[in-house]
């Protein structure tokens, strides 16, 4: 991670060693005050996410972060990438316990767990190696705890966020004449892998899978898919129902294409609208109400604010509009028009009727979305993060529906 650079924000120099440490013990210290807010007195991580942002990479380990004293890293595979806190190799979760007590520190009564993060089984198993402390629910609290992000995180945010934007902008220049959206979702994935893309989003909650993006074309934008995006597509085969799926792109029909950026595990997300030929008025103008439901939430989008408010502000401008009916999909509608991002494409906080409050360094997606029948979808999506002036935008290309 050293030398990376931070993009137009709080931090512009070089990332040395030592600033990387701290910005880990920044991390830290956040985890530790939301066990501290659920009483408990020690947390065992183990899930990718949570080691990719204790730690600075994924090994098969099991990281033990009590309130007081030092974190202990017990790998069984790997090699952590920023050791903060001692590095101890073991076999099993079980030698935990009396390794801890070898070295005199304390077992916890109270032990936070990964319960939404990990299987039944390993959960168990894990409260099972201490067997005199309480284990709880601890996903949540490592969510929260990372919903604000870090300067350094947002460093490797806005890196992805610019090349991203870079080759989102020109995608139209990937496009042939006769591609069917599965060819055009080639191409656009092949040049992100060129420019070092890692291939993946990960994604947090039960059944969601997904790839690099989705590229939808025409109505395919309005198929119903079982997993939780905004417009999701039918896909090309049963077994994985979301994105593209083989439909040739006509003239008259937009072309959707919502990338995840992803260079060095922190993930950036956009969207833009491509035309093939002449788009109906209709078209145009919802586009434009989704800009302007963009520039509102980013205005209010300041520490302090509501997600459910930005949310039913984002309703009554569709309301206003008259595009309640087509807003956020057609069949089934979703009930969401913002999600944060980090190491995982849908972190809290979701713009939504939820009752949490923005702070500053969130980093949010906001992606209203219209369906015109026939047509396809409009409207963008941008990657902010949050500011004491509103969001900022850190996906920045043109946002007008562009030609092919």
Not at 32 to 56: E, I, V
Not at 184 to 195: G, H, N, P, Q
Not at 324 to 345: D, P, S, Y
């Amino acid at each position: 991670m050293t030398g990376i650079k931070n993009v137009d924000l709080d931090y512009t120099g070089d990332w040395t060693e030592a600033l990387i440490q701290g910005d880990f013990a920044k991390r830290i210290e956040r985890v530790r005050a939301q066990l501290k807010r659920m009483d408990a007195q020690a947390a065992l991580c183990t899930a990718n996410p949570n080691l990719l942002y204790l730690t600075g990479g994924i090994c098969d380990g099991f990281y033990y972060l009590p309130v007081e004293g030092e974190p202990v890293f017990f790998v069984r595979r790997g090699e952590p990438e920023v050791p903060v806190g001692q590095v101890v190799r073991v076999l099993k979760p079980e030698q935990i316990p009396s390794w801890l007590q070898g070295e005199g520190m304390p077992l916890p009564d109270r032990l936070a767990l990964e319960d939404e993060d990990i299987s039944q089984a390993l959960y168990a198993r894990l409260a099972g190696a201490f067997p005199k402390a309480q284990a709880q629910p601890g996903s949540r609290a490592l969510r929260l705890a990372r919903s604000v992000k870090t300067p350094l995180e947002l460093s490797l945010i806005a890196q992805g966020c610019q090349i991203q934007s870079e080759i989102i902008a020109g995608a139209a220049q990937l496009y042939r004449e006769g591609m069917t959206d599965w060819d055009f979702a080639c191409a656009v994935e092949y040049t992100c892998r060129r420019k070092g893309h890692l291939g993946v989003f990960r994604t947090f909650g039960e059944r969601m899978e997904a790839h690099m993006g989705t590229l939808l074309a025409g109505d395919n934008a309005a198929a119903v898919s079982p997993y939780d995006f905004a417009l999701g597509g039918a896909g090309r085969h049963p077994s994985l129902p979301v994105g593209q799926c083989g439909a040739p792109i006509l003239d008259g029909q937009t072309v959707m294409v919502d990338f995840s950026a992803n260079y060095n595990g922190y993930l950036g997300d956009i969207t833009r609208i491509f035309a093939k030929g002449v788009l109906p008025k209709e078209a145009y103008a919802l586009h434009e109400l989704s800009l302007q439901i963009q520039r509102e939430l980013a205005q209010m989008g300041k520490p302090g604010a509501c997600c459910a408010a930005l949310y039913e502000r984002a309703l009554e401008i569709a309301r206003e509009g008259g595009a309640q009916r087509c807003f956020m999909g057609l069949e089934r509608q979703a009930r969401f028009v913002g999600h944060g991002l980090g190491i995982q494409i849908n972190e809290l906080p979701v713009i939504a009727q939820a009752d949490m409050a923005l702070e500053r360094g969130m980093v949010i997606a906001l992606e209203p979305k219209f369906i015109v029948p026939g047509v396809g979808a409009v409207g963008t999506e941008n990657t902010y993060v949050v500011m004491e002036e509103g969001m900022r935008l850190l996906t920045r290309c043109p946002q007008d529906i562009l030609p092919l």
